[in-house]
């Protein structure tokens, strides 16, 4: 994938371009958008075999709705890196940042395309931990870190859940018929194109409503869902281009699109209900919250949230119009929501504050965002004839259409509460989209101090985002006339489609929006929400202090759950008990834990300690080991530290000596260094130590002795175990076999060692890998020295 | 980690003779591996038993001032000095090792696939036998030095 590339290669780049390196990024995220846009029209799957022994590839799978998803992340990308030119300039850590949203955008096209269960699962994850890193960008401030440790907590703990439903997904599928691979989400013989078989087997087995909701949990935190939303306000302290990329356009719609791509499969009753139900909710409560906010991108972030709720509320809904209103909004809500967050950027940018109250009267210094702002403002708002109109639209109709049908059919009358929620959520979300299009008019507070224009690299991003949706709300106007703005509806169609459940769903048609022609119930429902809108706007004060009056207790609060939990965990008495600080602890916990597990499997499987032989012990080697006996118990005897290591190493010599015997010289040669330096390092440590404790308690001391005790005695069972039982030793036979020269070879060959020494063959070569796994180990443990040591310079530990 | 007094004249003159000595075979056994008692590993940890030798003779800064020609750095800091370069040999020599197995990857074979040449006609060696496995255990040997001098230089430096 060209975006880890393109990661991998940022920080070089940083080093020859330097604050350039934004316009190699947007080169990159462009590159991708590219491709992205050669697939259009394509559809079909692509197979990388991955982990074949479990069935795992990394398999990508091609329609509308992973396309729109890719457009989004590739398309946002280029003019998000293109800002970043300009909003970055002379901040800290770019090189880091670049990588690190490059990385982010792989991950996110990864999500988008993956149509593998366990491929999506670790993409799902990468975006969690790119997002970490780009919140919490700026790693000394302490909000940064509060923020990004909320952020991957929450969306990485729903990752799990989802995970876990997704496995009862796959063991499900494997009794499928149909399903050919039980990992493959979509395409040929996958879950999803055998949804009605699936979702009998899962009903089959009790375990619908469990994935349902599994999956639910997982988009839930990751699009924030109430109460799950908690993280995203939070997470705009990171740099607004990556709030822009991450947590309006990409990232939360992962989620979403969650919710888009498990629709065809688990569409039900219950889906209705729970997605209707949390959608809305969502909608209304953050609406309400962002009514609230004091600080722009604060309101915006809550803003996300209820647009987001509407989307899954959208995809709720099955009877009627439930598609189109995901679909259709995703990309609406990705154009102006960016577009506003560009938008605060430059308003923090060149106002030098976010604070919504000492702002306002922006158009005259920055004329060209200002009218950005009205667009994308006005879409937010659900204005006609802006895009967000159309959308909102579609919702009404939904969750109008699906109340009426479901109470003609004996449902009970709460059903219209839907449409009545979906309302009101709507009056906020007019009553904050105006509050922040009033920033730009009116009165220009007198502590507001000069207004610089932005740089053209912030501008035209936004500019261009602000005039897609104007395009796309125009779009709405013209075909109304009948003008249709045909690309955009195919495409919009195709994404609708692939969230569209088997076998039709209602009136099953052709995706075109315009503007009314006709009165109607949910016309009505936007004339009501627009009128209310307007009437309550100059209350808007009252109406926010209220808000917050309600906000201020406690126990309503996801947050106050959220913190309480946290410190929970991080004051209980647990953490001074087991975290004594003492290396004793740790090594008495760890020894005695490994010498019990070791012991209680022994004595599970039952195995009887076989009879100890003495044939084949020479004299030389009695003398050896007589050596190392006393050299042990000389050890425990020893009256310092000095004489004690001094004896100690005596032990290890005799083993050297014993190896040699032994006739494994390899093992002789490394013992015999690995001892010599091990007493210089511990005599260059015991140089600062004091020479003696004194003498230890008898209970410490008999403790002591318990410990050591097991674990010998663990160490003896072992070794009397393992060399007890001997195997028909193949796989020994197999390396001697293999590892030396073959008696008849050409030049060149692979087939075999080729080494007469058997144990480095085997280190290099047959278990090469197991060497790498080392390596990698030893540089860590260099790794962690050098960050405990050099961070205790600093003072960072506390 | 220096000795709190001079050492004397006898430990310097040994250790000046014997470090090359060391540095020597450990090379000598790097290489011989593949056919006689040896190693990456053996050899590293050998080498770094040799830069011990200095650092406990000599003291911290003489690999610094003496051989590279420069002021040793500050101490505790790790973004600049012999640290870093020690740094750099063990993330070369993982890039090394991991390399080896992707160039495998590239020419058609599994991950970490290893292959032998023998060259014929030499001068003096007549025919020779390069494993490609030794570019692994290149990559070892540069992991375990660059690791344990880094380990070594900074609890010395304590």
């Known amino acids: 994938m060209l975006p880890f590339l393109g990661a991998a290669l940022a920080p070089l780049a940083y080093r020859v371009l330097g604050e350039q390196t934004a316009y190699f990024a947007a080169l990159v995220a462009a590159a991708c958008l590219a491709l992205v846009a050669s697939l259009f029209g394509t559809h079909g799957t692509v197979v990388v075999p991955w982990i074949p022994s479990y069935g795992v590839s990394l398999a990508f799978y091609v329609d509308g709705l992973a396309l729109l998803i890719g457009t989004l992340a590739s398309g946002v990308g280029v003019l998000v890196f293109t800002y970043s030119g300009g909003y970055m300039h002379g901040e800290p850590g770019q090189a880091k940042y670049y990588a690190t949203l490059l990385a982010f955008m792989g991950s996110m096209l990864g999500v988008a395309f993956a149509a593998d269960l366990i491929a999506l699962f670790v993409f799902w994850e990468l975006t969690s931990v790119s997002s970490f890193l780009l919140i919490g960008h700026y790693q000394d401030a302490d909000a940064s870190q509060y923020a990004a440790r909320k952020s991957m907590l929450i969306t990485v703990a729903g990752g799990l859940f989802m995970l876990v439903g997704f496995l009862l997904l796959h063991v499900v599928a494997t009794s499928v018929p149909g399903v050919e691979s039980a990992f493959r989400l979509a395409g040929e013989g996958s879950i999803i194109a055998n949804a009605e078989p699936m979702v009998n087997a899962l009903r089959a087995q009790g375990l619908f409503v469990p994935v349902l909701l599994l999956v639910g949990i997982g988009a839930a935190t990751k699009s924030a869902q109430v109460p799950f939303h908690i993280w995203l306000p939070n997470a705009m302290e990171a740099p607004t281009p990556v709030s822009a990329f991450l947590h309006s356009a990409t990232m939360v719609k992962a989620g979403v699109y969650l919710v888009g791509r498990f629709r065809p499969l688990l569409l039900t009753d219950e889906w209705t209900l729970v997605f209707g139900v949390l959608g809305l909710a969502t909608m209304t409560v953050t609406a309400i919250l962002a009514v609230a906010a004091s600080d722009i991108k604060e309101l915006l972030a809550y803003s996300t949230a209820s647009h987001l709720g509407l989307i899954v509320a959208g995809y709720g809904m099955g009877k009627y119009l439930g598609a189109e209103t995901g679909a259709f909004h995703i990309l609406n809500h990705a154009l102006f929501k960016a577009a506003l967050f560009l938008v605060a950027g430059i308003v923090a940018h060149e106002a030098g504050t976010r604070a919504i109250d000492e702002l306002g009267g922006l158009a005259e210094d920055l004329p060209i965002t200002a009218g950005i702002t009205v667009v994308a403002a006005l879409g937010m708002a659900g204005l006609p004839p802006f895009n967000g109109f159309y959308s909102k639209e579609f919702l009404f109709h939904a969750v109008y259409e699906t109340a009426a049908y479901a109470v003609a059919h004996g449902g009970s009358p709460l059903w219209w509460l839907l449409p009545a929620v979906a309302v009101f959520g709507s009056v906020f979300t007019f009553l904050y989209s105006i509050r922040f299009l009033m920033l730009f008019f009116g009165e220009k507070p007198d502590a507001l101090g000069e207004v610089h224009a932005p740089p053209l690299a912030m501008t035209i991003p936004a500019a261009v985002l602000g005039v897609l949706a104007l395009v796309v709300g125009l779009g709405g106007v013209t075909a109304t006339f009948g003008v249709h703005l045909e690309p955009l509806e195919q495409f919009v169609g195709s994404v609708m489609e692939s969230s569209l459940a088997h076998g039709g769903e209602g009136e099953h048609h052709a995706f075109e929006y315009y503007l009314p022609t006709k009165v109607t119930p949910w016309l009505i429902m936007s004339a009501v929400t627009i009128g209310v809108g307007a009437v309550a706007y100059p209350f808007y004060d009252r109406i926010r202090d209220a808000i917050r009056a309600v906000r201020g207790v406690d126990p309503l609060r996801p947050n106050w759950y959220y913190d309480g939990v946290t410190e929970g965990l991080d004051r209980s008495s647990a953490i001074d008990v087991i975290q004594t600080g003492n290396l004793r602890t740790y090594a008495t916990a760890l020894s005695l834990a490994l010498a019990g597990l070791a012991l209680g499997a022994y004595a599970a499987a039952g195995v009887t300690i076989p009879a100890i032989t003495y044939a084949g012990l020479e004299p030389a080697l009695v003398v050896v080991l007589f050596v190392a006996v006393v050299g042990a118990v000389a050890v425990a005897a020893a009256p310092s530290h000095i004489s004690g290591v001094l004896t100690l190493s005596i032990l290890g010599f005799m083993v050297a000596i014993f190896y040699i015997l032994g006739s494994a010289p390899d093992l002789a040669l490394t013992q015999l260094v690995i001892e010599t330096l091990v007493l210089v390092i511990f005599l260059l440590v015991l140089d600062k130590l004091p020479a003696f404790y004194g003498t230890p308690d008898r209970l410490r001391a008999a403790r002591d002795a318990l410990v050591a005790g097991a674990v010998g005695l663990t160490v003896a069972v072992t070794v009397l175990l393992s060399t007890a039982q001997t195997p028909d030793d193949v796989i020994a036979q197999y390396f001697v076999a293999n590892g030396g020269v073959p008696a008849e070879h050409g030049p060149i060959f692979y087939d075999a060692g080729g080494g007469g020494n058997i144990v480095n063959v085997i280190l290099v070569d047959f278990r090469a890998f197991d060497t790498l796994g080392e390596i990698s180990v030893v540089a860590m443990a260099a790794l962690s020295v050098i960050t405990l040591i050099a961070m205790r310079e600093r003072g960072e530990i506390q | ?158």
Do not use: C, W
């Not at chain 2, 040799?50 to 790790?78: H, K, M, Q, W």
């Open chain 2, 1 to 158: 980690m220096t000795l709190d007094r001079e050492p004397t004249v006898i430990a310097r003159t040994v250790v000046r003779l014997v470090v090359p000595l060391i540095l020597v075979t450990a090379i000598a056994l790097l290489f011989q591996g593949h056919n006689l008692p040896g190693g990456g590993f053996i050899a590293g940890v050998l080498t770094v038993t040799a830069f011990a030798l200095i650092y406990i003779i000599f003291g911290l800064d003489y690999l610094e001032t003496e051989l590279l020609d420069r002021n040793p750095g500050v101490r505790y800091e790790t973004e600049s000095g012999i640290v870093r370069e020690y740094g750099l040999v063990f993330a070369l020599g993982l890039a090394v090792a991991a390399g080896s197995g992707i160039a495998a990857m590239a020419l058609g074979f599994p991950f970490l696939t290893q292959g032998v040449v023998f060259l014929k006609g030499l001068p003096i060696y007549h025919e020779l036998e390069v494993a490609s496995a030794l570019a692994f255990d290149l990559g070892v040997y540069a992991v375990v030095v660059g690791a344990l001098l880094t380990i070594l230089a900074e609890v010395g430096a304590e």
